[in-house]
């Protein structure tokens, strides 16, 4: 905890320091007085009013407060005995009791305890006041390493400039197909080959005169003549060729239409199919079949109305000839037309030894990440930034290094916009006193018994994430626990923990409730609706929740039952709370209201509720503080959102490096050596529990991207396994895994945030305490409930 400065207010008298003392500089202060003149002569002095003696520095006053550091982060009362500190047990508290007696000596021998806390600030170090006054170069010397770290980082990236990647807009899409493939020469025996295709929706290219098929936008008639027709994966490519070529959009519109109205009998036709190897052209020709694979063949599939990505990577590679160089192939291949030709998006990387390790250098980089966060080195924010710092560094090297414009398409935006929007719209609800308004309620409702208000809290926070997202609902909740527990004069942190993962846990229910069910809901929108969530999701949260409950009441028993002490006197003060500004009270209600019903109307328009969340901000603002910015911006946390950002572009230079690929691969393989006859039951064991786990200890967003081609990749080639099946149990996975630890879910980053602004501190390990139990208790519930619905 941090040094709360010292009420004044008890010190009786000021301290008698002596003459010998120098006398305090007052700097900044522009006086007219004479030199013969003190600063304080600017006043008549009453005769009877004592001038106290000059302070002499070393001498304390015996009522002046001592400090020491406690876990509540408070000075210490006077009354409690100081002279004898508990026993440390084990290093850490041992450190921890030396640091505390350290700063104690120093505060007692200074009056301000917090100015002398920072390590510079003792006087024998080289960055100290006093060092800095007599021996300015000994601080120059000091941080020297500074300069020597930013010329290493410097030197590093002016070496590596050539690997940084600079795309102008468009490059990289190329037009290929079986005849003219795409061929990139490789260096030698390659060690490490990795491909990243990216494909546009098979619907949105068409046939021009040169039997190309490009990026076209085309009035959504292709789309239109797919859904009629449901599910034909490719209409007659004459017919849709004549349709576009060389015609205006009006004439374009009627064609469409006029087609549409047609009772034609669409052909079916496969999707094409991309293959990809390391070939050498042994025979010198120039025909199609002139490249012989020298490593085995990999395959992506396009789809009918969605973008696809696939990522081919081979690992020591040798050549067949020496002589001969090779080359990284990839061609169209389509049953039904040979010569169909396709626009995709290539890059090629070749790597060298580092290629072989790089997963799990990714995966070592994370797990230092945790460890910085769990043991508190410094602050998560700076932590989540030498996290990223790093994993970029690592595809510096990896050849792999993105440009600026990249590293912000890492960003969720969604997550990011959504709390800057909330942030505004709950710091303008906490000036109209309104959270206190409804902690009366809460506590009147409970008759004074923990139990019930622990009930009521959580209950309605899990209500309100299924319906809201769960940031939103904590970022309303929370402000609500914390005044309900300071009325009560106890710690908030139990119900705040306790409170955040029934957010999670009640999220889960709807496709609208946390970001996993949005994406999963987005990406197979042809397969699952809006209702299928909550008819096979709903069950086993409903199920979850009372488990969860006793968990938590079990693990703070002490904390969330019993009896409120002092129950009417509490009530008593409480009833005196009131709305402080109408006017801004019903401003900001009739925004949280239009941007509620804006996230349940979610299903209809599919916005991201980012929008929804900045557009009410905005208008709020444009209301009630038209000039002052500052008063507004200053109820957002910005070291919270920091620390998102820097998380995401962790985790999704992790993906890059491929570790999120390598579970996915390492989920695939489980499941497929399974028996044939139980393969149902693994992959509904294997998704949801691994999923869990891995969305714990990463951020679950770019986890469930990575899942969603796993899961469709296996229903399509495993008749046992249902796809909207292997869904559920990804959304079960990685809903409920984001309750095992602190960076888990963004509801938990939201809550610690908000606590901490309170001044209560949730620490890594705490969180892992509570959460991991929780995080069991709902997977295995929501475990059996699959297995009974689903697979028995």
């Not at 004592?50 to 070393?58: I, L, N, R």
């Not at 490249?291 to 969605?306: L, N, R």
């Not at 390492?666 to 992959?683: G, H, K, V």
Request: hydrophobic share 45%; proline share 6%; net charge negative.
């Amino acid at each position: 905890g941090n040094f709360v400065p010292v009420d004044m207010s008890r010190v009786t008298s000021p301290p008698d320091f002596g003459p010998e003392a120098p006398q305090p500089v007052m700097e900044g202060i522009d006086s007219d007085l004479d030199d013969s003149q003190d600063v304080g002569s600017s006043y008549d002095q009453s005769d009877d009013v004592e001038t106290p003696p000059v302070a002499k520095k070393g001498d304390v006053p015996e009522d002046y407060p001592k400090p020491r550091r406690v876990k509540t982060g408070k000075v210490a009362d006077e009354d409690e005995d100081d002279t004898e500190a508990p026993k440390a047990k084990g290093f850490k508290a041992w450190l921890a009791e030396r640091r505390r007696k350290k700063i104690a000596s120093q505060a007692r021998l200074h009056p301000c305890p917090v100015a002398h806390t920072h390590p510079n600030n003792h006087p024998g170090s080289p960055g100290s006041p006093k060092a800095r006054r007599n021996k300015p170069w000994l601080y120059a010397v000091y941080s020297l390493w500074m300069l020597l770290a930013m010329a290493g980082l410097v030197a590093i990236v002016c070496i590596g400039h050539s690997r940084f990647s600079e795309f102008e807009y468009g490059e990289g899409w190329r037009g290929i197909s079986f005849v003219s493939p795409y061929a990139a020469e490789l260096e030698g025996d390659p060690t490490l080959v990795f491909n990243k295709i990216t494909m546009g929706p098979w619907e949105d290219q068409y046939i021009d005169s040169n039997g190309i098929y490009e990026m076209q936008v085309h009035q959504g008639y292709r789309r239109s003549l797919l859904h009629k027709h449901k599910g034909h994966i490719k209409a007659s490519y004459e017919r849709l060729g004549k349709l576009m070529m060389g015609h205006t959009p009006t004439e374009i519109d009627t064609r469409g239409r006029a087609l549409l109205a047609e009772e034609i009998d669409v052909p079916v036709a496969d999707l094409p199919v991309l293959e990809g190897f390391v070939g050498q052209n042994l025979a010198g020709a120039t025909s199609p079949e002139a490249y012989t694979p020298v490593s085995d063949i990999k395959t992506c599939t396009f789809k009918a109305d969605a973008s696809a990505q696939c990522v081919f990577e081979w690992k020591e590679v040798t050549r067949t000839d020496p002589t001969q160089p090779c080359y990284m192939i990839v061609r169209v291949v389509n049953p039904t037309d040979p010569d169909v030709s396709v626009a995709v998006h290539i890059e090629t990387v070749q790597m060298g030894t580092f290629g072989l390790y790089k997963e799990w250098i990714a995966l070592t980089i994370v797990g230092l990440v945790l460890l910085g966060i769990a043991f508190e080195v410094f602050h998560r924010m700076w932590v989540a930034f030498c996290g990223a710092f790093a994993m970029l560094g690592m595809l510096l090297i990896a050849n792999m290094a993105p440009d600026l414009p990249t590293v912000m398409t890492w960003l969720d935006f969604g997550t990011l916009g959504l709390l800057f929007g909330m942030m505004i719209i709950v710091g303008q609800l906490q000036r109209t006193g309104v959270f206190e308004v409804l902690c009366g309620a809460c506590l009147r409702g409970s008759k004074g018994n923990l139990l019930y208000l622990t009930l009521y809290i959580t209950l309605i926070t899990a209500f309100l994430s299924a319906w809201l997202d769960n940031v939103t609902t904590v970022l309303l909740m929370v402000p609500v626990t914390m005044a309900v527990f300071k009325a009560m004069n106890r710690n908030p942190v139990p119900l705040l923990m306790a409170q955040a993962m029934l957010s999670n846990v009640g999220g889960t229910m709807t496709m609208i409730g946390d970001p996993p069910n949005i994406i999963i809901g987005n990406e197979l929108r042809n397969y699952i609706g809006f209702i299928d969530f909550i008819q096979n999701l709903a069950p086993g949260v409903l199920l979850a929740i009372p488990f969860c409950l006793l968990t938590l009441v079990l693990i703070f028993k002490k904390d969330l039952k019993g009896k409120v002490e002092g129950f009417n006197d509490v009530v008593t003060v409480v009833d005196q709370y009131k709305i402080k500004d109408f006017p801004l009270f019903w401003s900001s209600m009739y925004i949280v209201l239009g941007v509620v019903i804006g996230f349940l109307l979610h299903p209809i328009h599919h916005l991201n509720p980012a929008w929804i969340a900045l557009v009410g901000a905005t208008l709020l603002v444009l209301v009630v503080e038209r000039q002052d910015a500052h008063a507004v911006l200053h109820a957002i946390e910005w070291d919270m959102l920091l620390f998102f950002a820097g998380m995401f572009i962790m985790v999704e230079g992790a993906m890059e490096l491929g570790l999120i690929r390598k579970i996915a691969q390492f989920l695939t393989m489980i499941i497929d050596t399974a028996p044939p006859d139980s393969q149902l039951i693994a992959a509904i064991e294997v998704i949801i529990w691994f999923s869990a786990f891995f969305s714990a200890m990463l951020d679950n967003i770019p986890y469930t991207i990575t899942m969603i081609p796993v899961i469709e990749q296996l229903a399509a080639t495993n008749p046992v396994l249902d796809l909207p099946i292997l869904a559920w149990a990804l959304a079960f996975g990685a809903c409920l895994g984001g309750n095992g630890t602190l960076i888990g879910a963004s509801a938990n980053i939201v809550t610690v945030g908000l606590a901490e602004k309170d001044g209560h501190h949730i620490g890594f390990i705490k969180w892992l305490l509570v959460g991991v139990p929780v995080m069991i208790v709902s997977v295995a519930v929501a475990n059996v409930y699959m297995l009974v619905r689903y697979a028995i």
